[in-house]
């Protein structure tokens, strides 16, 4: 019988030795970067989705109109009512203020500067003014579910059905302009608009005669003036009957805001 060549054996062995290394290696998971992209392919998206989400809840409300509810002081009731463009507050109104006798004068007095502390502050987070404690406070207790609601419900006419004529764009882009102040014979007045579509949306008397019984005059003559320019859609409305001097000088200032709308 012939025995094995000593080389054969050698070249057998080594054969066998490769083979099972190939073996062990076929049977290793793989981990290179192409199975990592494999079984983490959707890890970028989740990722991204999760950056997005925190987002979602602060995202911008649109723009228009929402009215908070009514906030009951010792001296009366205070509801404020915002103008939104783009997330923001452009107007900020007091549609109901305490009303009679010393309330008047200081409905008239501390109003405007609430309306333009909200607009600044962009939040609720306002100061109080100075000898209206009360209705600061039931200010900024309405001015804070108006902002609430915008957030939940979005403001009214945005961004859904509420558009007019299927122009989003244009009802969408609000603009404010103030007036230049009217002198009279009792005081200045001085009228700021808010403009939306190319209509007045809102329109407010930032500046009026104070003190005494002009105080009272103009905080009953100024809120219809405010809703005859919103209903007119122009400074052509008629005079408040006892407060003829602020109704020409509220005209005056509202021409000329209209008129800085339009160049």
Known sequence: MRKSHPVR????TTAATVSGIVLLLSLKPVSGPSSAQAAGGA?????????????????????GTVTGEAARTQYGTV?????MSGGRITEA???KAPRGGRSDQISAMAVPRLNQEAVAAQSAQIDAVSG????SAGYRQSLQSALDRAKT????GSNGSGGSNGSGGASATARTVTGDV??????????RVTVSGGRITRAEAVQAPQGGRSGQISADALPRLGREAVAAGNADIEAVSGATYTSAGYRQSLQSALDRVGG
């Open 132 to 135: 209206a404690t009360y209705t």
């Open 153 to 156: 419900e979005g403001p009214a």
């Open 43 to 63: 890890l970028p998206q989740a990722t991204a989705t999760a950056q997005e989400s925190p987002q979602g809840g602060a995202r911008a409300v649109g723009s």
């Open 79 to 83: 509801q404020v009512r915002i103008t």
């Open 182 to 191: 009217a002198r009279t014979q009792y005081g200045p007045v001085q009228v």
């Open 9 to 12: 054996r050698v070249v057998l």
């Open 93 to 95: 109104e007091a549609v």
